[in-house]
């Protein structure tokens, strides 16, 4: 059975500070990693995606690594911010026939960046 | 225009009640997806529609109808729903392909409480 487990689950950091979230995922056939930023009551919003080939993927003071031997996938936060207050949760996708996508939710990891 | 738009944003309905959610983009996107989310946990896959046609259904109880009138439209219809149907509706697109890296864009949600 296809599965994506993320830690810490929640996770308290001053402002200013950095932070590493993990993702381990047992989802075969691989095809891309995402990383998804969600504010409490509205959409998810995409980060990063990855795919078997890439190892580190940045945007901006967000950094995702890639480890598809380990099936890990770590997200870096730089000098947190207030607004980096929100859950992040890894999705990992299934390589699929045919048709759309495959997606394994894990059940995210909640950030509070405390002033 | 990467953007996902839900109506309404936050709808309350009796038991009896019949009601539709609305989900619309113009990405040329050709798979679109309702996800059900329940605070403080990851998104559930409900329906996936590809090229206009319904391609998966995760089992969900038949009070949920959805329907895929155009490319760019989405819709699920209510009907006789449960408290425990309370939850954030969550729509998303992507393109459709196999093992490709196709980021899903997620809508911002239709906050619904069954009373």
């Known amino acids: 059975k296809n599965q994506v487990e993320q830690s810490p689950q929640s996770l308290i950091i001053l402002e200013g500070k950095n932070c590493t979230l993990q993702c381990n995922y047992t989802v075969s056939p691989f095809s891309n990693l995402r990383w998804y930023k969600q504010d409490t009551g509205r959409g998810p919003v995409s980060l990063t995606i990855m795919t078997f080939s890439e190892n580190t993927k940045s945007n901006g003071r967000y950094t995702a690594t890639l480890d598809a031997d380990t099936k890990q996938s770590s997200l870096h936060i730089t000098a947190s911010q207030l607004s980096d207050s929100a859950s992040y949760i890894c999705v990992v996708s299934a390589d699929w026939e045919v048709g759309a996508d495959g997606l394994t939710f894990g059940k995210g990891t909640h950030l509070i960046i405390q002033p | 225009d990467t953007e996902v738009t839900q109506t309404p944003k936050h709808l309350v309905m009796g038991m009896t009640n019949k009601k539709s959610l609305k989900c619309e983009q113009h990405?040329?996107?050709?798979?679109m997806y309702w996800y059900k989310q329940k605070a403080k946990k990851p998104p559930e896959l409900m329906f996936v529609y590809s090229y206009e046609k319904l391609s998966i259904n995760e089992s969900v109880p038949s009070r949920f109808s959805p329907e895929c009138p155009n490319s760019s439209l989405l819709n699920l219809h209510l009907h006789a729903l449960q408290p425990e149907d309370s939850a954030l509706y969550l729509c998303?697109?992507?393109?459709?392909?196999?093992?490709?890296?196709?980021?899903?864009?997620f809508g911002p949600g239709t906050r619904l409480t069954v009373t």
């Open positions: 990405m040329g996107h050709r798979a």
């Open positions: 998303a697109s992507s393109q459709v392909g196999r093992g490709a890296s196709y980021e899903q864009y």
